[in-house]
């Protein structure tokens, strides 16, 4: 008990640290006229994408609830509803997720604005880490220095063909693309689906690119890993999403939001398959997100992680250092 003590309390300064933060992301929230919301955490359909692994929370007796990999499905639905401008600041859970990046149980900044082009998301990411490593100078760190002028953008193409040396068409076969990178070096192993030849070309050749680079967002993802995303009006092979990556973190992962409903029915339909195939657990279609998304308008949106920007702006090597209990210490 001595040593959980000590352990905890060598925390106090990353915690004070964290709440400084959370405090000061809550102000930027309010004063840029957000309405924070809370959302079920326990629902009957959660996230649907493939690599995605929910965590059972059912009762005896009564239907099959999982805890939320994200708001996002219910955060939809109120923006349908008329909420223009929403942020939700919680609990998600994703199983199957531990290292020092990852905790199975994390906190999540997710939020939307209607009306708005994914352009406004990623200022709104830039704000908040510049926020986050306002708060931390403040509370006596030295966190990573931070570029005066605004963050770079780039896009999954030219990711690619710098430092894999390939061109990523998106409607490549699986055997194309991996025929593709065997060409360029990548060991794909056991890879045989076109989002696990990708990520494992992403993982192996880029992203530890990125760890050295200044914060950084990486857009127009390939229409195969567009998700809820719509597809780019200027070229469809391509989705309106961006990630942003700083000190070697993905931090967040943004859309613009697809509303045709139908289409994304066809996905959910295609990740169930895909979840089957693998042996994954299918989970019931969202039929009310899919009855909302028609009356959703034009609308950006955004997940961000928070215990990761707390990560980043106090240079923090794992997660556990800055929360209070690891999920093998609760």
Known sequence: MQNEWSR?????????????????????????GFLEVETPARVPAPGQEVHLEAIEASETGRPRRWLITSPEYHMKRLVAAGLPRIVQ?????????????????????????ANAPLAQIAADCEALVRVAVAAAVDGGWTPPALPAAAFARTTVAALFREHVGVTIAGDETPAALANTLRAAGVAVGAAQEWDDLFFQAFLDKVEPTLAQSPPLFVFDWPAPLGALARPKAADPAVV???ELYAGGLELANAFG????AAEQRRRFETESAARAARGRTVYPLDENLLGALPHMPETAGVA?????????ALGAAQIRDVIAFADDEA
């Open 257 to 260: 939001e697809l509303t045709d």
């Open 304 to 312: 961000l992680g928070f215990d990761r920007l707390v990560m980043f």
């Open 8 to 32: 905890l309390g060598a925390r106090r300064p990353a915690l004070e640290a964290r709440a400084a933060i959370l405090r000061a992301v809550r102000h930027w929230f309010e004063a840029e």
């Open 89 to 113: 600041i919680g609990k998600a859970w994703r199983g199957d997720e531990r290292g020092p990046h990852h905790q199975p149980e994390f906190t999540i900044v997710e939020w939307y604005r």
């Open 240 to 242: 309106e999403r961006f």
